[in-house]
T-cell receptor
Framework: DVKVTQSSRYLVKRTGEKVFLECVQD?????MFWYRQDPGLGLRLIYF???????EKGDIPEGYSVSREKKERFSLILESASTNQTSMYLC??????????????FGEGSRLTVL | KNQVEQSPQSLIILEGKNCTLQ??????????LRWYKQDTGRGPVSLTI?????NTKSNGRYTATLDADTKQSSLHITASQLSDSASYIC??????????FGTGTRLLVSP
C-alpha cells in the first residue's frame, strides 16, 4: 500500500516561529503536493513539486516555502508563522508521466495552531 | 473561473438508508472527476474516478454517476453504515497538475 507519512500530527507554535512540516512517501512518486484545508474553503494548493529540487507555486504560496532534496521527501516551511496560518496541512503524492492517473495519496495531516 | 460546487454541505441520515451527494462543476478542459472520502482527522482517500466517456461506476455500496453534458456528478451510497460518516470531496482534473476541489459534503450516519 502507498504510504505518505507526515512527521507531526499536531503542532502548537508561537507567532514568528519557524515551522517545518515534513512529508515522506514510499511509492517512488514523482509528484508531491502541500495543501491546506480550512472549513468551508476546501483544499487549497500551496506548492507542488514534480521532480527533485523542482517546485511550483500553487494557489496560495505566500508565507510558505518548500524543499525537495530527495525524491521521497517534501518539506513545507513557514519562515515566520502567523495566526492566519493556523490550519490543517495535508501532504500528497502522485505518479508522473504514464503513471499519472490523477489520483493523489494523502498523508494523515498536520494540524498546526499558531498562537 | 474553474469551480466545483457540492451539495448539500452536510447531511444526517439513519443507518441503513440511502443518500445521494451532488457535485456540479465548471472546469475546462475536463480530464476526469474523482470522489474522495475523508474520515475525521485523516487524509482523503480516492473512492472512484470518472472519465468523460463513463456514465456510472460502482465501488461496493458507492455508485458514482457523471453527466458530462450538464457537468454534474453524483455519489450514491446504498444501505449506509456508521463507517460511512465522513466528508466526501469531489475533485475535477483540468489537466496536468490542475485539480479543482469542492468544499465537500459532511455526512453523518446516525444509529
Amino acid at each position: 500500500d502507498v504510504k505518505v507519512t507526515q512527521s507531526s500530527r499536531y503542532l502548537v507554535k508561537r507567532t514568528g516561529e519557524k515551522v517545518f512540516l515534513e512529508c515522506v512517501q514510499d511509492m517512488d512518486h514523482e509528484n508531491m503536493f502541500w495543501y491546506r484545508q480550512d472549513p468551508g474553503l476546501g483544499l487549497r494548493l500551496i506548492y507542488f513539486s514534480y521532480d527533485v529540487k523542482m517546485k511550483e507555486k500553487g494557489d496560495i504560496p505566500e508565507g510558505y516555502s518548500v524543499s525537495r532534496e530527495k525524491k521521497e521527501r517534501f518539506s513545507l516551511i513557514l519562515e515566520s508563522a502567523s495566526t492566519n496560518q493556523t490550519s490543517m496541512y495535508l501532504c500528497a503524492s502522485g505518479g508522473g508521466g504514464t503513471a499519472n492517473t490523477g489520483e493523489l495519496f494523502f498523508g494523515e495531516g498536520s494540524r498546526l495552531t499558531v498562537l | 473561473k474553474n469551480q466545483v460546487e457540492q451539495s448539500p454541505q452536510s447531511l444526517i441520515i439513519l443507518e441503513g438508508k440511502n443518500c445521494t451527494l451532488q457535485c456540479n462543476y465548471t472546469v475546462s478542459p475536463f480530464s476526469n472527476l474523482r470522489w474522495y472520502k475523508q474520515d475525521t482527522g485523516r487524509g482523503p482517500v480516492s473512492l472512484t474516478i470518472m472519465t468523460f466517456s463513463e456514465n456510472t461506476k460502482s465501488n461496493g455500496r458507492y455508485t458514482a454517476t457523471l453527466d458530462a453534458d450538464t457537468k454534474q456528478s453524483s455519489l450514491h451510497i446504498t444501505a449506509s453504515q456508521l463507517s460511512d460518516s465522513a466528508s466526501y470531496i469531489c475533485v475535477v482534473s483540468a489537466g496536468f497538475q490542475k485539480l479543482v476541489f469542492g468544499t465537500g459534503t459532511r455526512l453523518l450516519v446516525s444509529p
